[in-house]
């Protein structure tokens, strides 16, 4: 009986405190790349750009840039690719891209669609066009990630470069009749891959009969040509100038991909964690082609509101995302399972924690996605203590604790402007103008404070207790 009554009280327990922590995301939802179903390259631009690859072929060949096919050793192996879209050193994201199309391998249209697994992650268009690549778009924040050169194509494999476009408009948004800038690349049994939609002027500044290595920097990620959005359009052609599905699967019986291209083909639903990010406010997107605001933000000051994003490529439905906000002391703020309903190419979602929640404690905090198994844990700052850091080195606080009254002192001359007081909630309770190096502070109430002194170098703030 005592057993009975142990273990239901437990599960109540349980019960509460997982309620008590669930939030309900504030917004957010599926993010769609455009698609008008356009074709990323007319059969008239198509032909063009291989009549001149073809020259250019024939050119590095006679200068033995590259080896005529007919002289090539058999048996021909085609290369295996790493995947041809990377982030730079710069960018805050854990990965920076999804999928939006593979190839059509229906040859009707318009709507007959069919990608290599047998699935609809494809377009046709009705004048016949039958999807040609795979469109890798880029994620969370694709022009500004554009603007800000944070995702790039890189090499799919060693090979030479036989071919390059610049100087087109690169905020493409609907269909026009635009040229891409592109990358064209021959592999050593005579395979090549084409990069298209770059950034104008983001070209390698390598030119055709220079040889590249497998994941060298191409260009930026754009939306030039016939595009609606930031993406990168890979299409590979076989030696015997077949267009290539680079994946092998149930639905893809093309004598020219008999295999996979891919050193690790990736499966067709591959759910990640893109970004987690902390923000001042919730991010915008804007029209194309404006970019978006993401509003990102580390340093927040006391008083302000967090908002915390997670920024998913292939969500699926069913699963869900735990997530964890951390205190500076490694303590719990809170703890709970997003659910996801539906299945989508990319999502986010965010929620905001408010100056009461945060003020509790002042420092770094923690904020950590875990999706299918891979974790992404995002760091900022609380109360400016980034800066908070560098205080003992420019000043003498003391003394702290104080009941009555304090001396500030710089170490380095630095001309002090104003002294400010803010309480947990951030709410700014005293501030000193003119002051002798004696603060007397014995009319506060007892408690812990933020302490901000602004001088001609900065601001700089530390933490306070009056007793
Ligand atoms: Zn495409």
Redesign the pocket.
């Known amino acids: 009986m005592k057993t009975n009554i142990l273990i239901i009280l437990c599960f109540n327990f349980l019960n509460l405190s997982y309620a008590q922590n669930y939030r309900f995301p504030e917004g957010g939802g599926e993010y769609v790349m455009s698609n008008n179903y356009n074709e990323?390259l007319s059969e008239e631009q198509r032909l063009q750009i291989k009549q001149k690859l073809q020259q250019s072929i024939t050119r590095l060949e006679s200068s033995g840039k590259i080896i005529q096919k007919s002289k090539l050793t058999s048996p021909l192996i085609h290369p295996l690719f790493i995947w041809p879209v990377d982030k730079s050193d710069s960018t805050p994201y854990n990965n920076v891209w999804s999928i939006s199309?593979h190839v059509d391998h229906n040859p009707n249209f318009p709507n007959a669609i069919q990608d290599w697994n047998c699935g609809s992650r494809t377009y046709d268009t009705s004048s016949g066009y039958n999807?040609k690549?795979i469109?890798i778009f880029t994620w969370p924040f694709s022009l500004f990630q554009m603007d800000n050169n944070q995702a790039i194509a890189v090499a799919a494999a060693d090979g030479v470069i036989i071919g390059k476009d610049d100087g087109n408009y690169d905020r493409s948004c609907s269909f026009n009749s635009n040229n891409w800038n592109a990358v064209y690349i021959s592999h050593a049994d005579g395979s090549q891959t084409w990069y298209g939609h770059l950034k104008n002027g983001s070209l390698t500044n390598k030119n055709p009969g220079d040889t590249v290595v497998a994941g060298e920097f191409l260009g930026v990620v754009g939306s030039s040509g016939n595009s609606t959005g930031p993406?990168l359009?890979f299409e590979v052609y076989n030696n015997l100038n077949q267009l290539v599905d680079t994946y092998t699967g149930t639905c893809n019986n093309w004598s020219s991909s008999t295999d996979s291209w891919w050193q690790n083909q990736k499966p067709y639903w591959e759910p990640k964690i893109n970004a987690v990010l902390s923000h001042s406010s919730a991010p915008q997107f804007n029209s194309c082609p404006t970019s978006e605001n993401p509003n990102l933000n580390d340093n927040f000051t006391v008083g302000s509101n967090v908002v915390v994003g997670i920024y998913l490529a292939d969500q699926l439905a069913g699963t869900s995302v735990n997530l964890v906000m951390r205190r500076p002391d490694n303590s719990v703020l809170a703890n709970w399972n997003f659910n996801l309903v539906d299945q989508y190419y990319a999502s986010w979602w965010y929620w905001t924690f408010s100056p009461i929640e945060m003020s509790q404690q002042l420092g770094t905090y923690q904020f950590t996605a875990t999706y299918q198994g891979n974790s992404v844990t995002h760091s900022f700052n609380y109360g400016n203590l980034g800066i908070n850091e560098n205080f003992n080195q420019k000043f003498d606080l003391f003394p702290n604790p104080s009941s009555d009254v304090i001396i500030i002192e710089s170490k380095d001359n630095l001309i002090i402007n104003n002294i400010k007081f803010f309480d947990l909630l951030g709410k700014e309770v005293a501030s000193f103008n003119n002051f002798q190096e004696q603060i007397r502070i014995s009319s506060l109430s007892n408690g812990i404070y933020l302490i901000r002194v602004s001088t001609s170098d900065g601001v700089y703030s530390t933490k306070f207790v009056k007793n």
């Open positions: 990323c199309n999807h690549g469109d993406h359009h």
